[in-house]
T-cell receptor
Framework: DVKVTQSSRYLVKRTGEKVFLECVQD?????MFWYRQDPGLGLRLIYF???????EKGDIPEGYSVSREKKERFSLILESASTNQTSMYLC?????????????FGEGSWLTVV | GDSVTQMEGPVTLSEEAFLTINCTYT??????LFWYVQYPGEGLQLLLK?????DKGSNKGFEATYRKETTSFHLEKGSVQVSDSAVYFC????????????FGTGTRLTVIP
């Protein structure tokens, strides 16, 4: 089974703190993604990466950065956390096979910024 | 651009009732279609998928058929259980474009005993 692991399920941080959300996948997938999920807004793509050291902005990259130094690990960084970044963050990875791309998700990280 | 539209919820059903959650899509290329399920407090789990027209995806009693003529991928289950209570997301990847996943807004299903 594909395993996407997010390091923290629940975090509480103060405004202005630097926050790291870590994600690891164990299936050698090329593509990795960070989404945030908010009530009434669904899932929105923050950043994605299609290879080591490569990154692309998604729909809402402002206030975030990412790092992909190793293929299996994709980190989301909040340089200076703000209350409007309180949300559930979902990491995902995908691979391309004969049936096309399939995306698999981690269990999510609930971040509260106070 | 690509998009997914799914029926708004919430949907409340009695146990053993028939379930349909409608999903239609717009895509410029040749998308693969997916249903994901999210149980309370958890991430999204892949429920089923279909990669080309007329394919039927199925899992755990759920089914969905890729209908190119109606651009639809409706989710169905013949007899729901309380444990099926969750939020269901329809999604697509346009395989000829970027690797991004386009989601519907989700439909919350509650099954009562």
């Amino acid at each position: 089974d594909v395993k996407v692991t997010q390091s923290s399920r629940y975090l509480v941080k103060r405004t202005g703190e630097k926050v790291f959300l870590e994600c690891v996948q164990d299936m050698d997938h090329e593509n990795m993604f960070w989404y945030r999920q908010d009530p009434g807004l669904g899932l929105r793509l923050i950043y994605f990466s299609y290879d080591v050291k490569m990154k692309e902005k998604g729909d809402i990259p402002e206030g975030y950065s990412v790092s992909r130094e190793k293929k299996e690990r994709f980190s989301l960084i909040l340089e200076s956390a703000s209350t409007n970044q309180t949300s559930m963050y979902l990491c995902a990875s995908s691979f391309l096979d004969r049936a096309g791309n399939t995306i698999y998700f981690g269990e999510g990280s609930w971040l509260t910024v106070v | 651009g690509d998009s997914v539209t799914q029926m708004e919820g919430p949907v409340t059903l009695s146990e053993e009732a028939f379930l349909t959650i409608n999903c239609t899509y717009t895509a410029t290329g040749y998308p693969s279609l997916f249903w994901y399920v999210q149980y309370p407090g958890e991430g999204l789990q892949l429920l089923l998928k279909a990669t080309k027209a007329d394919d039927k995806g199925s899992n755990k009693g759920f089914e969905a058929t890729y209908r190119k003529e109606t651009t639809s991928f409706h989710l169905e289950k013949g007899s729901v259980q309380v444990s099926d209570s969750a939020v269901y997301f329809c999604a697509l990847i346009d395989q000829t474009g970027a690797n991004n996943l386009f989601f519907g807004t989700g439909t919350r299903l509650t099954v009562i005993p």
